[in-house]
């Protein structure tokens, strides 16, 4: 499974930003997806997790309520819209995926393949 990630930027405190991440190499519908976030010499954050159908979804507690996650199976496309951006989300963000039976997962363990990053800025 390859994963690009997109739609990183520069952007000031309190406005929005929408992350893509274009999947290919497996049936789309088959893999749970996730977006993570790191910053310099911290550990890998779980920011959200959506199932194989966009039925389902969870978010870290320092997102929920401002970050939305979506999927777009019929484009291989899963989205972070991330709205009411603060200093603190500036970080490097990824999206992963697995193909593991289960439909939601926060860690980064449970993911097979790792898309490149895009980073997002917020100047406050």
């Known amino acids: 499974v390859q994963l690009q990630a997109s739609g990183g930027g520069l952007v000031q405190s309190g406005g929005s930003l929408r992350l893509s991440c274009a999947a290919s190499g497996r049936t789309f519908s088959d893999l749970a997806m996730g977006w993570f976030r790191q910053t310099p010499g911290k550990e890998r954050e779980f920011i959200a997790g959506?199932?194989?159908?966009?039925?389902?979804?969870e978010y870290a507690e320092s997102v929920k309520g401002r970050f939305t996650a979506s999927r777009d199976n019929a484009r291989n496309m899963v989205y972070l819209q991330m709205n009411s951006l603060k200093p603190e989300d500036a970080a490097v963000y990824s999206c992963?995926?697995?193909?593991?039976?289960?439909?939601?997962?926060?860690?980064?363990?449970?993911?097979?393949?790792w898309g490149q990053g895009t980073l997002v800025t917020v100047s406050s």
């Open positions: 959506i199932s194989r159908f966009g039925g389902s979804t």
């Open positions: 992963a995926a697995t193909g593991r039976p289960g439909s939601l997962f926060r860690s980064q363990r449970s993911y097979d393949w």
